[in-house]
């Protein structure tokens, strides 16, 4: 019984429901000719079943262990009834004995009963130790007990041992397992994010791996004494009658045939089963976190509506797969009766014949039935085994996932960075049909900053991601301080720069430990330092718990700004030579952003920054103005020079700023402007 | 709990499961009858060498068997119909549940654990009807007639399994009582696993922006390591299973032989009832093995079940009311009245002592620092919180008692968060109502000041958004996150700093448009620039969740040094730097 003859998957039919044509469903038997369409998707039941063995093999050793302690544990199983058997003959030999008259001898009492013309009894008695007069001989019952006794604590043992091993084994798989999806999430490129749900991945790392867990632990060590136990009794099933054997085997591909077109219509109600179950978890995670949209959009009824579609979707395909499973057990079981009727006959005929024994006959259909009973108990648990490689198929898919470049075998380790940056040529585009950035160069000297302005959508945002390497360019080429991007290690780059974005997240911990996200090493004192120079300290001070205030999940205990002046001390902790800053001060209320403005600036003072601006004052102080539309920079220089350029920044300007600055002269004209401002 | 669980879900499908049971039953006694014919076949067919026998008699047990596998797919059918149904029911029952929670209980489970119940622990109790259903109802049936087949042949001997049976349940009750506390634990930890991964992944830029991929591997492994922990614990108690079913069951038929060998030897007893005895006691060993398989699910179903138990069991703090007021009025006057909101066991209140009025057709702006209690506020009107004192008022009418439905279908929320839901452009847009016109979307946009871009997206109304919104600028997604809720066309519009990633233009554009479109409605309007908020009927100014301004404007500069001091810092924050 091996996996690869159930689970070779027949590479042309089409299985798939849908390209089947309704008429034929149902149809049972061979493979469809078909119409050679390819299949939706291939059907991978046997080399995920491998490839998931295959993660079993670090535990080499372990693994060994448990199926030596698998073995002795079968070969105590089987020999615990025959030992018991020996004490019914002891019982059985009692009885007879005492109905023998004492003092006559065993062979007296065989001819006895042969001349009664009882030969089986006469047969029976003749291989029996029988002490006539005598009867159970109880001291030879507590011995065989005994031994009997010892056999069964030595298999529970046994067993107990294995399982406890087993249990290691499949515990520490699933470990490594969920610790490989978590590594290749970090080695997947952001396109990939930007398409999955976030819940759909979730499920595949709950869910699914769970799922794997569970069926390993579950058939495991029943696959396991299965096929010992199907080994075992073939073997004495050959010694015994070789054609008899033949017959028996006869049911083998049979079985393979009936449970493989079984398998293969489930597996694939099973991998719906499971592929439905993520988009379920997808629907639920975004419901669940819009959930306040959901409520006051009045939209409970239709995010209901969407779920109890998908919630239908999954009740059809899992009931389908248990259902169809399901049909493999009983399949089995006739099969199995129906060898055994084949046996009985070929057997009688031959016991009429004289070319066998009775004996034999009755030995042999002993073993077909052991040998069929495993095989139906492997095929109970087709289910458990199928739903566990369908989930196994989902969580390989995720790890084959195409990931972003790998780093350079020979990086290029930037030291003490100037902080010199320069687009040469750049282009990029998310969509290969939607040109955003185009033949894009830019130099951005140490210590400038570089303020990007320009309407939304014109690529200011891709602009520094592509500095951070979140995506890679199409054409051109990235340097810092003359070294191309991509010939440094991602995380030596980013090392480099510090970064403020619109999207304010933390993560549930601390503040404490929020803020020293941005460096790890930071002493209290550092981060203290810049709490204090980010204002974050004003407001912690009134919080009960101060810095050990936990951020629940959502961070719906501390305000947007709030999280805004959280991430700035974090880039400012994180005392880095390149800045990036996407409009960050936009939510901290105006008399804090003032002063994270001045700190802003001080931090600024040394390094390189690019800032996605929309405040003026950055904006004039910058050293290069960069005007951006439509993916190009239509305009570079310092204000005055783009004021004077009377373009597309004069423009901008004269539409977004003028106002502000003449409605910001005349308060400052009041003589309160002059006054300390922000600090109460 | 998972009693109630089960009863109470499983309830609709009786006649399913019903029918497993006399399914089950059929096929049981069909299993039972089968060794007599296969001893037939041995016995009078095989041992007499009587082909035609074998073939009468094996034909009959093929008969008995096609019955057996009748019986035997017909139940897994049903059972696997109703284990499936419910499982589909509690999914739906805990998603409406939550679906009605207020934003306080989504806040306490957390959303994490909500997902988890949601799928993976009905996921849990679902298996174990599954399996009940195809498997366990056999068990007792099996177990039943093998103790009666047992007891038939000799009493004398039942004492035995008076002794076995329960030390049989209490060794396995021992374990699995010690199993329960590991398997919450274990969900618990399923928990964490997604909370720290949803976290990776909404986080994932700030995490490489940072290269903080290590610490966040190692988060993640630490949760892994504490779940493979709980797992561990969880699998050697369950390994202790198995052995001690079969040690004590294999003990009991040791005890037989023995003690039976002396009622046959005093003449109390035929050995062949000693046989029989024996092979029935491994039949009810057979099934409690069946059972013991089920045994192993059961703790865990039992936590997953509670933890389902506790989400259907919370009620949501914001409760409909009984008699909901369904007046509709084309404007809404908005009257907040001593309004008091402080979190469960807080000293210090969010908010105290609010009171303002909101005419129709007014705007009203709410400034003040950050954490002074502002979205709160907001969150009180659409009443996704309710007030701890005080009321909010809608025409009069206070919003506890009005159709939550109507309350939300005339309000227009804008979140300081412009979360987005994945779809279209159109599918976001349309989100508050499902039967705007293009046009009327078009004309949103318009006024959002988001129409320049969405023309320009592939696609247009049709364009794809992500998850959250996350492939639009943050600008973009304010922007249609306004013209969403303009589309909705509500009477009461709430601004929670909507405007804050927009630049002072658009700003000012939006805000210009704006006004037409909400003429007669209520708007309020959170900021945080003046600029924003200078031209409101009324500007409250909230410091430390009080009000401690209440005017126009030129009023405030003159009567609110706090909004005197906000407006300098702005003034000096722009262009005099």
């Known amino acids: 019984m091996s996996d690869r003859s159930v689970t070779k998957p027949a590479p042309m039919p089409t299985m798939t429901e849908r390209t089947r044509p309704p008429v034929r469903r149902g149809f049972g038997g061979g493979p469809w000719g078909g119409p050679g369409l390819p299949a939706e998707k291939p059907m991978s039941f046997g080399p995920s079943v491998r490839r998931l063995l295959g993660r079993l093999r670090p535990e080499g050793p372990k693994l060994l262990a448990v199926i030596a302690l698998g073995v002795t544990s079968v070969v105590l199983v089987v020999i615990g009834p025959k030992v018991l058997g020996r004490a019914t003959d002891i019982i059985f030999s009692g009885v007879i004995g005492k109905q023998l008259p004492p003092g006559t001898s065993t062979a007296q009492a065989v001819a006895a009963a042969r001349g009664s013309g009882k030969g089986n009894v006469a047969d029976m008695l003749a291989r029996m130790h029988v002490v006539p007069g005598q009867g159970i001989d109880f001291s030879a019952l507590r011995t065989v007990l005994a031994w009997a006794l010892a056999l069964y604590v030595g298999s529970a043992i046994f067993s107990w041992m294995q399982g406890y091993l ?87 591909p049979l079985s393979i045939l009936v449970a493989s077109q079984v398998a293969k219509r489930s597996q694939k109600l099973f991998v719906a089963q499971w592929a439905n179950t993520g988009s ?163 130099v951005a000297e140490p210590g400038h900053t570089v303020a990007i302005v320009g309407p939304t959508g014109a690529g200011k945002t891709t602009l520094v ?122 939510s901290v209320d105006t008399r804090t952003e003032l002063l994270v403005q001045r700190a802003m600036a001080a931090l600024r003072s040394d390094r390189t920054s690019f800032v996605i601006a929309h405040r003026l004052s950055t904006i004039r102080d910058a050293e290069l103005i960069l005007m951006m539309e439509a993916g190009r920079i239509v305009e570079r220089g310092t204000h005055e020079e ?39 | 709990m998972l009693i109630r669980l089960l009863r109470k879900y499983l309830r609709p499908y009786w006649s399913g499961l019903l029918a497993v049971v006399a399914l089950q039953l059929l096929g049981t006694i069909a299993s039972l009858y089968l060794p007599s014919l296969n001893a037939d076949i041995i016995d009078k067919g095989v041992a007499k060498g009587d082909t035609g026998y074998i073939l009468s008699t094996g034909a009959w047990m093929l008969g008995v068997t096609v019955v057996q596998i009748v019986c035997s797919i017909a139940a897994v059918y049903f059972g696997a119909r109703a284990a499936m149904r419910f499982g589909r029911d509690v999914r739906a029952a805990i998603f409406h549940t939550v679906g009605g929670f207020s934003a306080r209980e989504v806040a306490q489970f957390g959303a994490p654990s909500l997902i988890t119940r949601n799928t993976n622990d009905v996921q849990q109790v679902q298996m174990l009807v599954v399996l009940s259903c195809t498997m366990l109802v056999a068990a007792p049936i099996m177990c039943v007639g093998g103790i009666i087949m047992a007891l038939r042949q000799d009493a004398g001997l039942s004492w035995l399994m008076l002794v076995s049976i329960p030390v049989l349940i209490a060794s396995i009750g021992l374990i699995v009582s010690r199993m329960v506390p590991q398997f919450r634990a274990m969900q618990a930890r399923i928990d964490d696993i997604n909370r720290v991964l949803r976290e990776q992944l909404s986080g994932i830029r700030v995490v490489r922006a940072f290269v903080r991929e290590q610490d966040e591997a190692r988060r993640f492994a630490e949760a892994n390591a504490a779940l493979t922990r709980t797992a561990l614990r969880a699998g050697r108690l369950m390994a202790l299973i198995f052995p001690t079913v079969m040690l004590i069951l294999n003990a009991s038929s040791v005890a037989v032989l023995w003690f039976g060998a002396g009622r046959v030897e005093n003449g109390q007893m035929q050995i062949g009832a000693l046989t029989a005895f024996l092979t029935y006691l491994t039949l009810i060993l057979m099934s409690v093995m069946m059972a013991t398989f089920m045994a192993i699910m059961i703790p865990r179903a039992s936590v997953c079940a509670e933890r389902i138990g506790e989400v259907l069991r919370t009620e949501s703090t914001v409760v409909p009311p009984r008699r909901p007021v369904r007046q509709v009025h084309t404007r809404a006057e908005l009257e907040l009245r001593n309004i008091e909101f402080r979190y469960p066991g807080a000293t210090t209140p969010v908010l105290c002592d609010i009171s303002f009025q909101a005419a129709a057709g007014q705007t009203t702006a709410i400034i003040g620092s950050t954490g002074a209690g502002k979205t709160t506020l907001v969150s009180l009107v659409a009443r996704l919180f309710d007030t701890t004192a005080g009321t909010v008022l809608i025409d009069g009418v206070s919003v506890r008692e009005l159709d939550p439905d109507l309350l939300w279908s005339r309000i227009g929320l804008v979140p300081q968060r412009p979360y987005l839901f994945s779809g279209t452009v159109a599918s976001n847009l349309r989100y508050g109502n499902p039967q705007a016109s293009d046009e009327e979307l078009w004309e949103a946009l318009q006024v959002a000041q988001a129409r320049d871009f969405v023309e320009a997206m592939p696609g247009r109304l049709e364009a794809a958004i992500t998850q959250g919104g996350t492939n639009v600028s943050g600008g973009q997604r304010q922007r249609l996150s306004i013209a969403r809720a303009l589309v909705r066309k509500p009477e009461i519009y709430l601004f929670d700093d909507s405007f804050s990633a927009l630049d002072l233009a658009t700003d000012g554009r939006l805000r210009a448009a704006l006004r037409p479109q909400t003429a007669n409605a209520t708007v309020v309007i959170v900021g945080q620039r003046v600029s924003t908020i200078a031209d409101a009927d009324q500007i409250i100014v909230l410091e430390g969740g009080r009000i401690v301004g209440l005017g126009s404007h030129e009023e405030l500069l003159e009567s609110c040094p706090t909004y005197l001091e906000i407006v300098q810092s702005q003034a000096a924050a722009e262009p005099a730097a």
């Open chain 1, 166 to 252: 087993l249990n290691g084994v499949v515990q520490r798989t699933i470990f490594r397992l969920r610790a490989e999806v978590e590594d290749k999430l970090n080695r997947l490129p952001l396109q990939f994010f930007d398409q999955q749900p976030r819940g759909e991945l979730l499920s595949r790392v709950t869910n699914d791996i769970d799922n794997v867990s569970q069926s390993l632990q579950q058939t495991i060590s029943q696959l396991l004494s299965s096929v010992l136990t199907v080994i075992g009794v073939l073997v004495m099933m050959v010694v015994v009658s070789p054609l008899l054997a033949v017959i028996a085997l006869v049911t083998v």
């Open chain 1, 465 to 586: 991601n592509l500095i951070l390497r979140f995506y890679e360019v199409d054409a051109g080429r990235i340097t810092l301080d003359g070294v191309d991007i991509t010939a440094m290690r991602r995380e030596d780059l980013r090392s480099q720069i510090g970064m403020v974005l619109q999207d304010t997240w933390l993560f549930g911990g601390t503040i404490r430990d929020n803020i020293a996200y941005g460096n790890p090493a930071a002493s209290e004192e550092e981060i203290l330092a810049a709490a204090r120079a980010t204002f974050v300290d004003r407001f912690v001070q009134s919080l009960p718990d101060g810095y050990d205030t936990v951020i629940d999940e959502e961070g719906s205990n501390v305000s947007a700004g709030e999280k805004q002046l959280l991430t700035i001390a974090r880039a400012f902790l994180a005392d880095p030579s390149l800045l990036i800053l996407d409009e960050a001060t936009s």
């Open chain 1, 642 to 680: 783009l004021l004077a350029a009377r373009g597309a920044y004069f423009r901008l300007y004269s539409a977004q700023f003028r106002g502000a600055v003449d409605a910001a002269d005349e308060s400052a004209a009041q003589p309160a402007a002059a006054a300390p401002v922000g600090l109460r």
């Open chain 1, 280 to 442: 379920l978890n997808a629907h639920i995670e975004e419901a669940f976190t819009g959930h306040e949209l959901v409520t006051v959009f009045g939209r409970r009824r239709e995010v209901e509506q969407v779920f109890r579609e998908r919630n239908d979707q999954l009740f059809e395909a899992s009931f389908g797969a248990q259902f169809v499973s399901g049909i493999i057990m009983p399949a089995m079981m006739f099969i199995g009766n129906l060898n055994y009727v084949a046996i009985a006959v070929i057997g009688g005929v031959r016991v009429a014949t004289g070319a066998m024994s009775l004996g034999d006959v009755q030995a042999f259909i002993q073993y077909s039935r052991q040998f069929t009973q495993p095989l139906t108990q492997v095929a109970s648990m087709a289910n458990l085994l199928q739903s566990g490689v369908a989930s196994a198929e989902r969580v390989f898919e995720l790890l084959d996932a195409p990931e972003q470049d790998a780093d350079p075998v020979q990086p290029v380790i930037p030291v003490a960075s100037r902080g010199r940056v320069e687009f040469e040529r750049v282009s990029f585009r998310y969509h290969p049909e939607q040109p955003l950035i185009e033949d894009l160069s830019l």
